[in-house]
């Protein structure tokens, strides 16, 4: 809704006969769901709808005739900010002209600008078409989640592991950079299973899952379940030998947690016994549960088979040194 006349002698004529006197043209504009705002060609706000206002959640009235760029909308709009890869990368990621935060959370616009022209072919001004089109990307967000997602561990599932590492090698081979990954596995996992069933056997991957993702940078890593009871990092940026620092982290939060968590799967009575047979201290006896880690790191001309090959054998050195090891691939 706008209704108000012009108070500014420059601002264009014709502008104010279409839009403000043209009844036609203003019921056709308010009959959208868009925002619509029309300019004149010194991009003074002349006419909004009254989708308008409840689009940008903001009072517009205070900015007719003023330039739009006084606007958030506009001035975020104007700054040709960009948009993160992962929303680019969704089927509606080419959409968004703007991403604005409003009432606490980003919200993702599509944007339209159409040139108005007069009888002579000049330029008179210009209207915006602004579409908030927040519900349909979280939905895309969603579900490319789920495609994305191992449901039981929380992490991404090993499909999603092989199309970043080999976008991580690319980038690695065009600028140089470092690249590890890391390939873990559960040490008598097979044994933990037969002995308290598949339900513990499930409490035990989610609880690895949440020891990754607490061990790692946010942002910057990547865990995976890989399939079963194996789970991959991808360390960007990151020389092997320093990559054992987030190895490290995930085996100190794996076995800093790990009794309380059997303590919850176990009945009082029965801990204790059950207990000796997960001892973290291998005795020689009890089948020991921890991690066994495995490191490798990118060379220029190395393909993904062959880190992860790399990793995978440098995970088993690990596991035959009874486990809760690290070893990178190609060390002492």
């Avoid at 970043?164 to 390939?183: A, T």
């Avoid at 997960?278 to 001309?301: C, Q």
């Amino acid at each position: 809704m706008v209704g108000a006349e012009f108070q500014d002698k420059n601002l264009d004529k014709n502008l104010e006969q279409d839009i403000l006197k043209n009844v036609e043209i203003k019921n056709l504009l308010n009959s959208l769901e868009e925002g619509a705002f029309v300019v004149d060609k010194e991009e003074n706000l002349v006419f909004y709808n009254d989708a308008a206002p409840i689009l940008l959640k903001i009072n517009l009235n205070e900015f007719l005739y003023k330039n739009i760029k006084h606007i958030y909308y506009f001035e975020n709009l104007f700054k040709n900010q960009s948009i993160p890869e992962y929303i680019r990368n969704l089927a509606s990621g080419c959409k968004i002209c703007n991403i604005c935060y409003l009432e606490g959370k980003d919200h993702y616009f599509e944007n339209e600008k159409i040139d108005l022209f007069n009888d002579l072919g000049e330029i008179k001004g210009a209207l915006y078409l602004v579409r908030d089109i927040t519900k349909e990307i979280q939905l895309e967000m969603s579900l490319s989640n789920e495609v994305k997602t191992d449901n039981l561990s929380g992490l991404y599932n090993s499909r999603f592991f092989r199309e970043e590492l080999d976008k991580e090698i690319s980038r690695c081979s065009r600028y140089g950079h470092d690249l590890s990954i890391l390939f873990l596995d559960i040490n008598n996992f097979k044994y933990l299973n037969d002995t308290l069933g598949h339900q513990a056997g499930d409490e035990i991957i989610r609880f690895t899952g949440e020891s990754l993702k607490n061990a790692i940078r946010k942002n910057v890593d990547t865990a995976f379940r890989y399939g079963g009871d194996e789970f991959t990092v991808i360390l960007p940026n990151t020389p092997p030998k320093r990559s054992t620092i987030v190895a490290n982290r995930i085996l100190f939060n794996f076995n800093n947690g790990f009794k309380e968590k059997l303590k919850m799967l176990m009945s009082d009575e029965n801990f204790n016994e059950k207990l000796y047979n997960f001892n973290l201290n291998n005795d020689g006896k009890s089948k020991k549960i921890g991690l066994s880690v495995g490191i490798s790191g990118f060379k220029k001309g190395k393909r993904a088979d062959e880190i992860i090959e790399e990793a995978d054998i440098a995970m088993y050195r690990a596991k035959r040194g009874n486990g809760n090891q690290v070893f990178i691939y190609g060390e002492q």
